[in-house]
Structure formats: structure tokens, C-alpha cells
């Protein structure tokens, strides 16, 4: 199965107040997500939490979303947190054997911040060779540092066969234009995680978004990437908005995306792993209470226009 285009949302993972993980909440999540029209799910990831779970505990929460989406939807998983070659490769195989239509492999976790490209792809090599038969995708992920993907390591990704999905944290139009020309005829698809940047990166050829917004607003990032061509004012509008509510992620995340979810009536739990809970003041409270009063008068806006249209 090739991975379609559209909205790849970061999955969060819900806990306990315990402070395990909540499962029958990840399973309403899950729903909710799939509800919203979205095209895939990338579970295990930083805005899982991956780097405060156990390996038993990110191969435990893919193999469930996988067996919870029952094929209504794709699921990729990361969970590639180690630094040695041989422990990174048994988290991939244990990813692979969970299900999974493909592993994503953290781009960081191949190379320091000082070492080269040549470097990267042969472990990349080793990796792969590693793991037979299993298809991967590329997460730049932003820690412990970032290391973005050039051009000729696209190229060589593309060139393999290997690889389907990129998680682009560039956040550069100019960049993701060499990037899209690098993989061109290859299965290898390039999402953008960047919200300001999106609508241009589609006209690009980007292949969609996957991003830690998808945790708030999945149905506007699905209208825009399966309509922006046709509808030409709401994508603007679409596009508006979602840049400048973006900067929430700034704020509290993902503590205020569960504060979200949980205004949406999901049953779950603002605790994280990752940031303290009890940090989370009123001021944050409110920011998301008024983005999500915004984006009710941005999706009546939209559905006005649409009944003018049909009148």
C-alpha cells in the first residue's frame, strides 16, 4: 500500500492520573481522528511523548492503533529514540513487526550535529540492510537537534525504494522545492509539518501536512489539502487562520492540545511525561478556549460561503 496524500496528525498519547498509558482513551482518540476525515496516523512520535515511553511501551501503543484503526486509515510509527546502531535497529525491527505500513527513522538519531552526510547515508545503509522488507520514513525531528535532510540525501532515500514518507520540519518554501524536485518519480511523499508554509507547499507538490496542529484543527488541515485547488477563497481563509493559530504549539504543548481534546468532550487527561501538567495556568486555558471560539467563527465563515454558493 502506497501512503496517500492528506493529514498525517502527530498522535498524542493520553496517561493516566496514574501516569500510564490510558488506552481506552487512545482508542476515543483514535476514533476522533479517523471522524475528522483524516488521511493516515503517525503514532510514536515526539508529540507521543517517545522519548519518555519504555521501547515496550511506543511498539505496545503502534500495535494498538494499528489493530484500533482496523484499516479504516494507514498508521506509520517511529519510536527510533536510541543511539547506538545495533539498539536503533531492534527498535525498528520490533516497530516493523507491530504492523505498521511503515517505520520512520529520526534523522538526528543517524548522525551527531558534527558529523557528515556521507556519514548518515552509510548507517542509513546499515540500517536498511538491517531491516529487510520494511518501508521507512524520515522525521526531522527537532531534539535533541534538528538535522535536516539535503537535496542529495533525498535523492538517495528516493533512489533506494525504501522510503515513502517525510515529516519536512524545514519550514522553507525554497527548500522544500529542491526537496520535491530531489524525489520526483520515487515513492518517497513529503509532508510539510510547517502550518504557515502549507498552501504554498501543496501548489509546490508537497504531499500534505503532518504536524503537531492536527491535534487541534484536523478538519480545516482536510478541507485545504483536498480542496485547495477548487476552493480558491476558503483555502486563503483556511490558510489564515491555521498560520497564525499554529503559534499556540509554542505554548504548553502538547498539555494544551489534551486540554483541547478535552473541551471536545474525549476522555482524557491533561497529565504529560513530558511537561509538568500543573504548569499549565489559567493563561494557557484561555488561549485555547479563544482559538477554539475563532475557529468556530472561521468554520461558520466557511459554511456560509458554501450555502451562498449552493443558493
Not at 527498535?91 to 520512520?104: D, N
Not at 538535522?147 to 520540519?169: E, H, I, N, Q, V
Not at 482536510?222 to 491555521?242: D, G, K, Y
Request: glycine share 6%; hydrophobic share 45%; net charge negative.
Amino acid at each position: 500500500m502506497n501512503i496517500p496524500n492528506g493529514v498525517w496528525p502527530t498522535m498524542i498519547t493520553p496517561f493516566t492520573d496514574g501516569g500510564e498509558v490510558d488506552y481506552e482513551a487512545l482508542g476515543r482518540l483514535v476514533d476522533w481522528y479517523i471522524a475528522e476525515g483524516v488521511h493516515g496516523l503517525f503514532a510514536v512520535c515526539q508529540s507521543s511523548e517517545m522519548f519518555f515511553l519504555s521501547l515496550k511501551e511506543r511498539e505496545s501503543i503502534a500495535r494498538f492503533v494499528v489493530e484500533k484503526a482496523a484499516g479504516r486509515v494507514p498508521v506509520i510509527a517511529s519510536g527510533h529514540i536510541s543511539d547506538g546502531f545495533e539498539q536503533q535497529a531492534e527498535e525498528l525491527r520490533r516497530m516493523a513487526a507491530t504492523g505498521v505500513e511503515a517505520v520512520v527513522i529520526v534523522s538526528n538519531r543517524l548522525a551527531g550535529p558534527d558529523e557528515s552526510d556521507e556519514i548518515w547515508l552509510s548507517r542509513a545503509q546499515q540500517l536498511i540492510e538491517a531491516v529487510p522488507d520494511v518501508p521507512f520514513g524520515i522525521y526531522e525531528c527537532p531534539y535533541p537537534y534538528k538535522r535536516l535532510m539535503t537535496p542529495r540525501m533525498l535523492s538517495w532515500c528516493a533512489d533506494t525504494g525504501r522510503f515513502w514518507f517525510l515529516k519536512d520540519t524545514c519550514c522553507d518554501l525554497s527548500k522544500i522545492a529542491e526537496r520535491l524536485d530531489a524525489v520526483k518519480g520515487s515513492p518517497l511523499k513529503i509532508f510539510n509539518a510547517n502550518s504557515a508554509t502549507l498552501l504554498e507547499s501543496l501548489r509546490l507538490g508537497a504531499a500534505g501536512f503532518s504536524g503537531v496542529m492536527a491535534n487541534f484543527h484536523p478538519d480545516l488541515y482536510v478541507r485545504l489539502t483536498e480542496r485547495w485547488r477548487e476552493e480558491l477563497e476558503a483555502a486563503e481563509t483556511i490558510q489564515a487562520f491555521v498560520g497564525a493559530a499554529s503559534l499556540i504549539e509554542l505554548q504548553m504543548y502538547p498539555v494544551n492540545a489534551k486540554y483541547h481534546l478535552q473541551s471536545l468532550g474525549l476522555p482524557l487527561s491533561i497529565r504529560c511525561r513530558s511537561k509538568d501538567a500543573g504548569a499549565f495556568a489559567e493563561n494557557h486555558r484561555l488561549e485555547v478556549n479563544q482559538l477554539d471560539a475563532l475557529y468556530r467563527l472561521v468554520k461558520g465563515r466557511l459554511e456560509a460561503a458554501v450555502s451562498d454558493i449552493v443558493r
